[in-house]
């Protein structure tokens, strides 16, 4: 039935993260179509009962429900573990399910969990709030000092939680030298990929274990689905992970996983672009009279400047600023913008503003808050593709006129 002789699926080894994004995975039907199909079907139908039978109980190969596995989402899979340099990857159906799918795969009753301050805010209620009432122990580590990583570690864990760079601050962590303190205390080392993606850096390659995504970001790219995943060596992804997502069903819908496929092919293209013109806009912003601080790990004046450069490809699209005048004068920023969407979301075409000390960060204490260092004059700008000029404009509009106390 085939019209094609060519193989159905193509060969990647030796191929470019810009190719791979493009091609990897994709397996053709008995059609030939040229863009990946998606599947929409809850079951899988067998020749025979004792087919069936093989597949449910004799663990033969194919598909037999789409909470178990599905050919769209498989590509998905397969796709993403090509772009970070892994075996195997889980799809979810969030972010947050690949940090729970993750969490109740590797952890139980009395272990603990060592993680880097200033991660994604529900991560803080995932490991302290809901595995807390589990009997999980969470430590958190602030700032990327190696002697405090060493401490943290000095009792053992069983798993090390990096989001790097830092939501909203852009602090970056030392992927390796922090991978080889955890490994010694017999620790696996996952890393929240989410702003840099593969296309900017691949946490296996610097000696990770596990690598997270919320694959609504930038994998997906123009703000449409939710998805995750949990990337990471055969061992871990298919004997530890898949059970749990079997069994517990936070499973990545065959629909999602055919957007974010589609997403993933512009990956490359796109973070260059929009790193570009983060790092065009944040040069600006420094010499911006109304503002204190710059948090960009692409400019010269970012404290992990020179480790930034080294782990990741580029500073990435993210843009944190301290307008001066505090809460007062960073909504008047935020407010004069006509262009820029006031939103939460990051990792769209769109580019994104938000205040975080009263949405992301705001139900927090105000002390936790300022440890963290997110102030009443701190606003995040997730940068899109928009022309620069259009976006500065926009910013400049607020900036301009604001009335520093
Ligand atoms: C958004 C986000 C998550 C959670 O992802 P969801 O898809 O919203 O569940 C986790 N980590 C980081 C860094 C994020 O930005």
Redesign the pocket.
């Known amino acids: 039935m085939t019209d094609s002789k060519r193989p159905s699926k193509v060969d990647t080894t030796g191929l470019d993260l810009a190719t791979l994004a493009v091609r990897a995975g994709q397996v053709r039907s008995q059609f030939g179509e040229h863009s990946e199909a998606m599947y929409l079907t809850s079951s899988f139908v067998f020749d025979n009962a004792a087919e069936a039978c093989a597949r449910f109980t004799q663990g033969a190969p194919g598909n037999v429900y789409s909470r178990f596995t599905n050919p769209t989402v498989t590509l998905f899979e397969e796709r993403l573990a090509a772009l970070e340099g892994a075996d195997a990857a889980m799809a979810t159906a969030?972010?947050?399910?690949?940090?729970l799918a993750m969490s109740m795969a590797l952890l139980k009753a009395g272990d603990h969990v060592v993680c880097s301050s200033g991660?994604?805010g529900?991560?803080i209620q995932l490991f302290s709030g809901i595995l807390g009432r589990f009997g999980v122990r969470t430590t958190y580590v602030d700032g990327g000092a190696l002697p405090a990583w060493e401490t943290a570690l000095a009792g053992g864990a069983q798993l090390v939680f990096l989001?790097t760079p830092s939501?909203p601050l852009t602090e970056v962590f030392d992927i390796a030298g922090i991978s080889a303190i955890a490994h010694r205390a017999g620790a696996l080392v996952a890393v929240?990929n989410?702003?840099c993606s593969p296309a900017l850096q691949r946490p296996l390659d610097l000696g990770a274990d596990l690598v997270?995504h919320?694959?609504?970001?930038y994998l997906d790219g123009q703000g449409r689905v939710?998805?995750?995943a949990v990337v990471g060596s055969k061992a871990l992804i298919k004997e530890q992970m898949v059970p749990f997502l079997r069994t517990a069903g936070p499973t990545l819908s065959a629909f999602n996983a055919w957007v974010l496929l589609k997403g993933m092919e512009t990956l490359d293209i796109r973070m260059q672009a929009q790193s570009a013109r983060a790092l065009e806009l944040a040069r600006w912003l420094e010499s911006h009279p109304a503002i204190e601080r710059v948090y960009h790990p692409g400019l010269e004046s970012h404290p992990q400047h020179a480790l930034a450069m080294r782990q990741q490809r580029t500073g990435g699209a993210i843009v944190s600023i301290m307008v001066k005048g505090g809460r007062e004068q960073a909504w008047h920023v935020i407010d004069s913008t006509r262009l820029i969407s006031i939103t939460a979301?990051?990792?769209d075409t769109k580019t994104t503003i938000t205040h975080p000390a009263t949405t992301t960060h705001g139900r927090i204490s105000p002390e936790a808050r300022l440890r963290a260092g997110i102030g009443e004059g701190l606003i995040r700008i997730a940068v899109g593709l928009e022309s620069f000029e259009d976006i500065r404009r926009d910013l400049a509009r607020g900036l301009d006129t604001v009335q520093a106390v």
């Open positions: 969030s972010g947050m399910s690949a940090i991660v994604f529900a991560t989001e939501n929240d989410c702003f997270i919320s694959a609504t970001k939710l998805g995750g979301n990051l990792g």
